[in-house]
């Protein structure tokens, strides 16, 4: 069995293995590589376990290293999901292996492995973030009826107030929907260059639905498509959204129009626990499922805490609420893209 780094020549195999391979999400198809190095400039390491010429692991890392954050290599930065995925004990082991060596030699203060399932417990963890995952219907009456009662309201009223869903190829129209959720929240937004690179890496798995209301986009969603799952990964809506019901709506659209498309599995994504997207989801009926978030700790003494949950953010948190939209789109994702 050999380590090696991806180039180019491998990255049809890689792709192949990730499809075909059980542990491995999106996040671990090799277009993200491209997207981390274009969309932040940071410095990319995947590694992938080769066994008479066959690949059996793989493992992508980014390297992000701030002034203002620390210096860390990720699998995967700005991805839910990371870490190892292979198909035995002994290319989990030579990736792992081989992932602390790099650490090492990068001096970074920390290895992160963001995993969906439990890899090594003699590691520590995080237990901050968890995930929403859960079966749909081929039926879209069954899943409006599986919505708990006062949440299919919501989507009822979204509905009366005469919003429709459209597949969007603008992207300013997401943008701004988003980058407003992303201020009101106090949290640095990301460049647009970001999302134009998504949809050009991943044309087919990446797309944009945009909820109208009179001709005017009020919430929209961007979303990732992978086997049969479908992913709503970034979203937001203007001021309008909360009364016309409109981010209730728009879910109900994602998940409706998925089914059409033959998707089995609607991924919410992660959250923080005990935060309003944490309970929103839940109004939906789905169920938290912890997420294994697992460090090695190499220059660094205690575990990251990157995140607006830490009371020492609050109030830079606050200042970044009271921005207008526009100064956060300017400013935002000088700091966004060393977050991680």
Same mark, same amino acid.
């Given at each position: 069995?050999?380590?090696?780094?991806?180039?180019? /020549?491998?990255?049809?195999?890689?792709?192949? @293995?990730?499809?075909?391979?059980?542990?491995?999400?999106?996040?671990?198809?090799?277009?993200?590589?491209?997207?981390?190095?274009?969309?932040?400039?940071?410095?990319?390491?995947?590694?992938?376990?080769?066994?008479?010429?066959?690949?059996? &692991?793989?493992?992508?890392?980014?390297?992000?290293?701030?002034?203002?954050?620390?210096?860390?290599?990720? %699998?995967?930065?700005?991805?839910?999901?990371?870490?190892?995925?292979?198909? %035995?004990? !002994?290319?989990?082991?030579?990736?792992?292996?081989?992932?602390?060596?790099?650490?090492? =030699?990068?001096?970074?203060?920390?290895?992160?492995?963001?995993?969906?399932?439990?890899?090594? !417990?003699?590691?520590?963890?995080?237990?901050?973030?968890?995930?929403?995952? #859960?079966?749909?219907?081929?039926?879209?009456?069954?899943?409006?009826?599986?919505?708990?009662?006062?949440?299919?309201?919501?989507?009822? #009223?979204?509905?009366?107030?005469?919003?429709? %869903?459209?597949?969007?190829?603008?992207?300013?129209?997401?943008?701004?929907?988003?980058?407003? /959720?992303?201020?009101?929240?106090?949290?640095?937004?990301? +460049?647009?260059?970001?999302?134009?690179?998504? #949809?050009?890496?991943?044309?087919? =798995?990446? =797309?944009?639905?945009?909820?109208?209301? !009179?001709?005017?986009?009020?919430?929209?969603?961007?979303?990732?498509?992978?086997?049969? $799952?479908?992913?709503?990964?970034?979203?937001? &809506?203007?001021? $309008?959204?909360?009364?016309?019901?409109?981010?209730?709506?728009?879910?109900? $659209?994602?998940?409706?129009?998925?089914? =059409?498309?033959?998707?089995?599995?609607?991924?919410?994504?992660?959250?923080?626990?005990?935060?309003?997207?944490?309970?929103?989801?839940?109004?939906?009926? @789905?169920?938290?499922?912890?997420?294994?978030?697992?460090?090695?700790?190499?220059?660094?003494?205690?575990?990251?805490?990157?995140?607006?949950?830490?009371?020492?953010?609050?109030?830079?948190? +606050?200042?970044? !609420?009271?921005?207008?939209?526009?100064?956060?789109?300017?400013? &935002?994702?000088?700091?966004?893209?060393?977050?991680?």
């Amino acid at each position: 069995m050999e380590i090696k780094n991806l180039d180019h /020549s491998a990255r049809p195999r890689w792709d192949r @293995f990730v499809e075909r391979c059980p542990e491995a999400s999106f996040f671990h198809k090799s277009g993200w590589q491209s997207v981390i190095e274009r969309a932040f400039g940071h410095r990319t390491h995947y590694l992938y376990a080769e066994q008479d010429g066959t690949i059996v &692991g793989v493992l992508p890392l980014g390297h992000v290293k701030s002034l203002l954050f620390g210096n860390a290599l990720i %699998s995967l930065p700005f991805c839910v999901y990371g870490g190892i995925a292979a198909e %035995s004990g !002994q290319a989990r082991k030579a990736l792992d292996e081989a992932a602390c060596e790099l650490a090492r =030699e990068l001096k970074v203060d920390y290895l992160e492995m963001r995993n969906r399932h439990q890899q090594r !417990q003699d590691r520590p963890a995080k237990d901050l973030y968890v995930t929403f995952r #859960k079966e749909i219907d081929p039926d879209p009456a069954k899943n409006m009826q599986a919505i708990p009662r006062k949440q299919r309201a919501m989507v009822r #009223k979204g509905i009366s107030a005469g919003l429709q %869903s459209v597949i969007d190829p603008c992207i300013d129209r997401f943008y701004h929907a988003y980058a407003t /959720s992303v201020r009101n929240l106090g949290t640095p937004v990301f +460049a647009k260059k970001y999302f134009a690179i998504l #949809k050009d890496v991943f044309p087919e =798995e990446c =797309e944009i639905l945009s909820i109208e209301h !009179q001709g005017r986009v009020v919430s929209s969603v961007l979303n990732f498509y992978f086997r049969d $799952e479908v992913l709503p990964y970034y979203g937001g &809506g203007t001021d $309008e959204a909360r009364e016309l019901k409109a981010n209730d709506f728009m879910y109900w $659209e994602v998940m409706r129009r998925a089914v =059409e498309r033959g998707t089995k599995l609607f991924d919410y994504g992660r959250s923080k626990q005990g935060t309003g997207s944490y309970r929103f989801k839940t109004h939906w009926g @789905f169920q938290p499922e912890p997420l294994y978030y697992e460090y090695e700790l190499i220059n660094g003494s205690k575990l990251p805490d990157i995140n607006p949950l830490n009371p020492k953010y609050r109030v830079l948190i +606050a200042a970044w !609420q009271k921005l207008p939209v526009a100064v956060s789109k300017l400013i &935002g994702p000088w700091v966004a893209r060393n977050l991680g």
